[in-house]
Structures are given as structure tokens and as C-alpha cells.
């Protein structure tokens, strides 16, 4: 990388000049990822200590919660430094860093609910097939082609990112470091490579999201037709959810990398990243498990039988 010895670090916009607005940002940010941590460790411990939850459902949402904690850490924890130290500085390395992995979490993420979407229209739409489709093989060849291939295309995204030349200052105008913001920096022409690439992640990334529409309309369908208010609520109460979280985090993605890029800076730009960057992972872990009975069971027996060992074990020294 060349322009490595030009430009050593990257200034990321702040939410306020004003310290006390920073402490604000921070407090608030702050609470929005401890809440995104907790939801999802809670689901990740639920799921990995109940062998009851051991079904290709929980599998995958297990994944989902790991990847959302690393979308989440990976912007606001750098944010929430800054915001706290009063600076704006990311260096070129760590610029280079939260490219990559926000890139591979979220965009592993995305195929995740894709893959979700299919074992969901499998199991209620084709029952019958749903054990020789989605048994534990299956699963885990669908995850990790999924991780594998989202790691390559995250490496070449990024390598392609920075191998442009910024010959338009360091100043990111966003609160990390986002790809349409750095090529706002590019030199003429030189991001134009990029900006092909950005086009085609976001018509992969819309026939992803046509399939998961198309797979979730299947699903209502086929719920619609039980013969009971029954078929109704669930359709709207459990499904619609996922496919609003999913759409707000696709419209927001397609609207901030697909706007021209030297369209002028505004807080909707600002608004936009953090709703796909901040809301999603803590959304999800509310929407696809804390209203599902069987993750309340799981959890409710397992913060249960740690304070029953903990009480037997004092009465025992006792």
C-alpha cells in the first residue's frame, strides 16, 4: 500500500464539538452496545449449554449473535475511545482494520439471514424434508461456506479499498472508517475499480434480500391458511419483525454506499450508519430469541441452576 507513507492516520466525525454533547454521545452509545453484548451472550450462552436448543434454528442464530457483536464492537467501541479521550484520530492500520471486519461481520451476517430464511421456509412450507435438508451436516457446511466466502470477499474489498491513492485530505465523514467516506478522498478516477465493486456487493446483496422477501412471503402464505387467529399472530408477530430489521438494515446499507459520492455531508448520512451499523445487532437478539419460549426456558434454567450450585455449594462449607 503506497499511499501508506502519505497518509499515516484518518480524522472520523465526531457527533459534537461540544464536550459535554461527547460525553452524551458516549453515554448513550455505551448503553446501546452493552445492550447489544448482553442480548447476544445471553443467546449464545443459552443455546450453547441446553442441548435442547442444539436444532439448526439455534445453530444459526447462535452464528447470527456472534457476528453481531463483532458489527457492533467494531465501529462504537473505536467511537466510544474517541468520544471519551476528546480526539478523532484512527490510525492508517486501524482505518485498514474496521474496514475489514466490518465488512466481514455484517456481510456474513446478511448471508446468515439468508441461509435463516431458507431453514425457516423448509421447515414450515416442507416439514417432511426439513430433517434430510437441515440436519447437523448441512448446517455446518452452509455456515461455514458462508464464513469462508464472505472472509475472501472482505479481504479483496478492503486490499481493493486501500489500494486507491487519498490525495484528498485524511478527514473520514463519518464516526469510522466507511468506504464511500474514504473514497470521497480518493484521487480522480483512481476509485472508480471500487466503486464497481461497491455496485456489485449491493446487487448480491439485493438478490439476497429478494430471496429472503420472496422465502418470508412463502412462509405467510402457508401460515395464513391455518385455520385459526393462531396461523395470523404468529405470521405477524414473529416473522414480520425479522423482515423489518432485515429491510431497515438493507435500505440504509444500499442508500450510503450507492448515493453519489461527493454528494454533500449531512446528519442523515450520520443517521444512516448508525442504523445499520448500531441497530440491527441489538434488535436482533430481541426479535429472533427473548420473545421465543423456548430461549426464555433455556436462560430461566440456566441463571436457575447456577444460583442452586452456588447455594449448595455454601451450605455445603457451611
Not at 28 to 39: I, N, Q, R, T, Y
Not at 110 to 127: E, K, N, S
Amino acid at each position: 500500500m503506497s499511499n501508506q507513507t502519505t497518509v499515516t492516520e484518518f480524522l472520523l466525525l465526531g457527533f459534537s464539538d461540544v464536550r459535554e454533547l461527547q460525553i452524551l454521545h458516549f453515554v448513550v452509545f455505551l448503553v446501546l452496545c452493552l445492550a447489544a453484548l448482553v442480548g447476544n451472550l445471553l443467546l449464545i450462552t443459552a443455546v450453547a449449554f441446553d442441548h435442547h436448543l442444539h436444532t439448526p434454528m439455534y445453530f444459526f442464530l447462535m452464528n447470527l449473535s456472534i457476528l453481531d457483536i463483532g458489527s457492533i464492537s467494531v465501529p462504537v467501541i473505536k467511537s466510544l475511545a474517541n468520544s471519551l479521550m476528546n480526539t478523532r484520530s484512527i490510525s492508517y492500520s486501524g482505518c485498514v482494520a474496521q474496514v475489514f471486519f466490518f465488512t466481514f461481520f455484517t456481510s456474513t451476517g446478511f448471508a446468515l439471514l439468508t441461509i435463516m430464511a431458507y431453514d425457516r421456509y423448509v421447515a414450515i412450507c416442507q416439514p417432511l424434508h426439513y430433517e434430510r435438508v437441515n440436519n447437523r451436516r448441512p448446517c455446518i457446511q452452509m455456515a461455514a461456506s458462508a464464513w469462508m466466502s464472505i472472509f475472501v470477499y472482505s479481504v479483496l474489498h478492503t486490499g481493493n479499498t486501500f489500494a486507491i491513492s487519498f490525495c484528498g485530505g485524511n478527514t473520514v465523514d463519518q464516526f469510522f472508517c466507511e468506504i464511500p467516506q474514504l473514497l470521497k478522498l480518493a484521487c480522480s478516477d483512481s476509485y472508480l475499480s471500487e466503486a464497481g465493486a461497491i455496485a456489485f456487493s449491493v446487487c448480491l446483496g439485493l438478490s439476497f434480500f429478494v430471496f429472503i422477501v420472496v422465502s418470508y412471503v412463502q412462509i405467510f402464505t402457508r401460515l395464513m391458511k391455518i385455520p385459526s387467529e393462531q396461523g395470523l399472530h404468529k405470521a405477524l408477530s414473529t416473522y414480520l419483525p425479522h423482515l423489518i430489521v432485515v429491510s431497515l438494515f438493507f435500505f440504509t446499507v444500499a442508500f450510503a454506499y450507492l448515493k453519489p459520492i461527493y454528494s454533500s455531508t449531512s446528519g442523515l448520512d450520520l443517521m444512516m450508519a448508525v442504523l445499520y451499523s448500531v441497530v440491527p445487532p441489538m434488535m436482533n437478539p430481541i426479535i429472533y430469541s427473548m420473545r421465543n419460549k423456548e430461549i426464555k426456558a433455556a436462560l430461566k434454567k440456566l441463571i436457575v441452576g447456577r444460583l442452586f450450585t452456588k447455594t449448595k455449594i455454601s451450605i455445603f462449607h457451611l
